[in-house]
T-cell receptor
Framework: AQSVTQLDSHVSVSEGTPVLLRCNYS??????LFWYVQHPNKGLQLLLK??????LVKGINGFEAEFKKSETSFHLTKPSAHMSDAAEYFC?????????????FGAGTQVVVTP | DAGVTQSPTHLIKTRGQQVTLRCSPK?????VSWYQQALGQGPQFIFQ???????QRGNFPDRFSGHQFPNYSSELNVNALLLGDSALYLC??????????FGPGTRLTVT
């Protein structure tokens, strides 16, 4: 069985400061890992994905995440937060042995950006 | 390209009723997945349709059923609605097993 745990339900940052969203995973296999963002009244958007290539993954909008097998972590970072980054973020795992790619979502982290 | 579209955007039903939600996939996509997102939680996988067949199912009761049409669009049906079925229902489409693109969702409220 596989799962993800997002360690913070809410994160508040000031505009221009770094963002760190923490995610730990549990998987019997080498997993595929994703970060999705959900803005109010909009669909989920893929930020980045890890599929056993480079451990440092760069995504859209300046986000990146590092896969650390020894720590079973896949934390999401951004050097400088923008007001438009306020949204809900989900860490997601998929079993690569599952050829149909079912996604398993974490509970989410709500990000608030203050001026 | 319109992306993934869902209808209706909002729906209010009474406990015990039945509901049908609709999804049109992104152009070129042949696979549709449905997710339920309860308030304050992450989406949970309901089932996935490919070639008009349900090929994978999450931990949801038989009250949840679906259909995929020859044009790849899909419907989610929920019978005997419970208060706990109130949620945002998300449709995602993909080509074969590629990246899933999500629609904006249908907000279902059961009273």
């Amino acid at each position: 069985a596989q799962s993800v745990t997002q360690l913070d339900s809410h994160v508040s940052v000031s505009e221009g400061t770094p963002v760190l969203l923490r995610c730990n995973y549990s998987s019997s296999y080498s997993p595929s890992l994703f970060w999705y963002v959900q803005h109010p009244n909009k669909g989920l958007q893929l930020l980045l994905k890890y599929t056993s290539a480079a451990t440092l993954v760069k995504g859209i909008n300046g986000f990146e995440a590092e896969f650390k097998k020894s720590e079973t972590s896949f934390h999401l970072t951004k050097p400088s937060a923008h007001m438009s980054d306020a949204a809900e973020y989900f860490c997601v795992v998929s079993d690569p042995a599952d050829s149909w790619g079912k996604l398993q979502f974490g509970a989410g982290t709500q990000v608030v950006v203050t001026p | 390209d319109a992306g993934v579209t869902q209808s209706p955007t909002h729906l209010i039903k009474t406990r015990g009723q039945q509901v049908t939600l609709r999804c049109s996939p992104k152009s070129g996509h042949d696979t549709v997945s449905w997710y339920q997102q309860a308030l304050g939680q992450g989406p949970q996988f309901i089932f996935q349709y490919y070639e008009e067949e349900e090929r994978q199912r999450g931990n949801f009761p038989d009250r949840f059923s679906g259909h995929q049409f020859p044009n790849y669009s899909s419907e989610l049906n929920v019978n005997a609605l419970l208060l706990g079925d109130s949620a945002l229902y998300l449709c995602a489409s993909s080509f074969v097993s590629g990246e899933e693109y999500f629609g904006p969702g249908t907000r279902l409220t059961v009273t």
